[in-house]
């Protein structure tokens, strides 16, 4: 998608995103991209998305200088997702977001000095030594508005109250899939309030993409999500090709869309088994564990890799398919569709699984909207929000397959929408594997790519939700600003709304329902 920006000033901003929000009904707020536009200035570029037509449309707003910082006011108030996307373009290019009650770092320290993608930024060794201290910590945060003679106002917020009982959730890896720390506010067991503290792998991967050529960025992907490593890619390709009009072959879209779903049954399969493992049930992840092998014997013998995925080019495909590819995906569909039913006798209808996922992690419809909850957790709430039926790309609608939402709004519903999800993946790769047209698997590209002047978005289906990529190119060999939509980023966000009233162990079972991974949020 090409970006045609709706350019708003600073001072009719507020009551134009309203609009477009309570009138125009864009009421999913897909991602802030916060950049250095040089003499422009810094600002944002927020793309929108309305959930009844899926008609997308892009804003950018220029932040305004006012006593030596770079204000936009807060869209918080209409988008709840905008609290964590709000305090990373903060964290990463320094605006502050005027109303926004939780002005403070995401990913990187609070010591941490300068805002590392502004074009001017200091990256020399020399200023960036990492600090052997402790990283200092407080009971506040901050909030920023105007005064009536137009001044910054800096309103300095408790936190937490003289009473309140906090426990750090993580950041070891058992039971929060990776290192997350959530800093819990409970009252026995019960939870009052979460803050997620997330940057503890963070790379740094969107400044470093800056000094790179396109091909040099994609070796990154593969370091994000590591469950959706083919996904992750096809979103940077998708970019890419999308923007440099390259048309691919039919043999290439065919190979694409049979991977991304091998790798969707690759995910889904450790998600269920890591699910029961959370809770206890350690059979079930042995039994997922056992078929997830299948899987990734089939695509390592014609990608090289299996937890590491680096298949796809701009172009095409690394590789053309194994003589063997064929058959043994075949073999693999007709092993895997009784397999489902067996998950379920160990594990999914369990009374103790019903116990423990029937009502935990709450959020409905509208909410799940709001906090932008996308993939099968969204869908669990009745919100169709697959990519693949929204925005179709390769073979999605050109094969039968059914979008499943279910309306539990609960843990146990999102459990089986990914069930479900198991059996259309098959479905897919059955109606193509058979059927793959010859063709060139790789369209070949000039030894330099530079991609034309502008701004484009790309949006695949990852197994978690929507995975995509923000490209703004200036015509060279390097893009000036690229920037990734997180699957699990508005996943962590919602954490805190599911869970109040909830008890700690509920905390567990809906961090392992919503199947975030850590580095596709930290990136």
Request: charged letters at 25%.
């Amino acid at each position: 998608m090409k970006l045609n920006n709706i350019e708003l000033s600073f001072d009719n901003f507020a009551s134009e995103m309203a609009k477009l929000k309570n009138e125009k009904h864009f009421d999913y707020l897909v991602t802030i991209i916060g950049e250095d536009f040089g003499e422009e200035g810094l600002g944002c570029i927020y793309i929108l998305e309305n959930t009844q037509t899926n008609e997308c449309c892009s804003v950018k707003t220029i932040a305004k200088k006012v006593d030596g910082s770079d204000v936009i006011p807060t869209v918080i108030n209409l988008w709840k997702v905008a609290d964590l996307l709000e305090r990373e373009v903060f964290d990463f290019v320094g605006i502050k977001f005027l109303g926004h009650p939780d002005m403070r770092r995401l990913f990187l320290r609070t010591d941490f000095q300068g805002y590392p993608l502004r074009k001017d930024f200091d990256m020399s060794p020399e200023a960036n030594k990492f600090p052997c201290t402790d990283e200092p910590e407080d009971d506040f945060t901050m909030e920023y508005s105007l005064s009536e003679d137009g001044h910054l106002v800096a309103t300095e917020k408790r936190r937490f109250d003289e009473n309140d009982y906090v426990v750090n959730i993580g950041p070891n890896h058992p039971s929060t899939h990776g290192v997350l720390r959530l800093q819990t506010v409970i009252d026995g067991e019960t939870v009052k309030r979460i803050y997620p503290h997330l940057g503890y792998i963070h790379r740094g991967i969107e400044k470093m993409w800056e000094n790179m050529t396109y091909p040099q960025t994609l070796a990154l992907t593969d370091r994000l999500n590591y469950l959706s490593a083919m996904m992750h890619r096809h979103a940077l390709v998708g970019v890419i090709e999308e923007a440099m009009g390259i048309e691919l072959s039919d043999r290439i879209h065919y190979i694409r869309t049979i991977m991304d779903e091998l790798q969707r049954i690759d995910s889904h399969l450790l998600y269920l088994g890591c699910t029961a493992q959370d809770l206890g049930a350690l059979t079930a992840f042995l039994y997922c564990m056992r078929d997830r092998e299948h899987v990734l014997n089939v695509m390592e013998e014609t990608t090289g890799g299996r937890l590491i995925q680096n298949y796809y080019r701009i172009g095409g495909l690394q590789a053309d398919i194994d003589p063997n590819f064929v058959q043994n995906v075949k073999t693999l569909c007709k092993y895997l569709r009784p397999m489902i039913q067996e998950y379920l006798d160990v594990f999914g209808d369990n009374v103790i699984t019903h116990n423990r996922l029937e009502g935990v992690g709450p959020m409905n419809l509208e909410d799940c909207i709001n906090y932008a909850v996308t993939g099968p957790a969204g869908r669990a709430s009745g919100w169709k929000n697959d990519t693949r039926k929204r925005h179709p790309y390769d073979m999605y609608d050109k094969v039968e397959w059914k979008e499943i939402t279910l309306t539990g709004c609960d843990s146990m519903d999102r459990y089986y929408v990914h069930i479900q999800e198991l059996y259309q993946s098959l479905d897919i790769i059955e109606q193509l594997i058979d059927n793959i047209p010859e063709g060139e698997y790789y369209i070949k590209q000039k030894p330099i790519i530079k991609v034309p002047e502008g701004q484009w978005y790309f949006s695949v289906e990852g197994a978690s939700g929507e995975f995509g990529v923000y490209l703004d190119s200036k015509g060279d060999k390097s893009p000036y600003r690229m920037k990734m939509r997180p699957m699990g980023l508005s996943l962590t966000g919602a954490l805190d709304s599911m869970l109040r009233g909830q008890k700690i162990a509920d905390l567990i079972t809906t961090g392992a329902a919503i199947d975030f991974v850590i580095p596709d949020i930290d990136r």
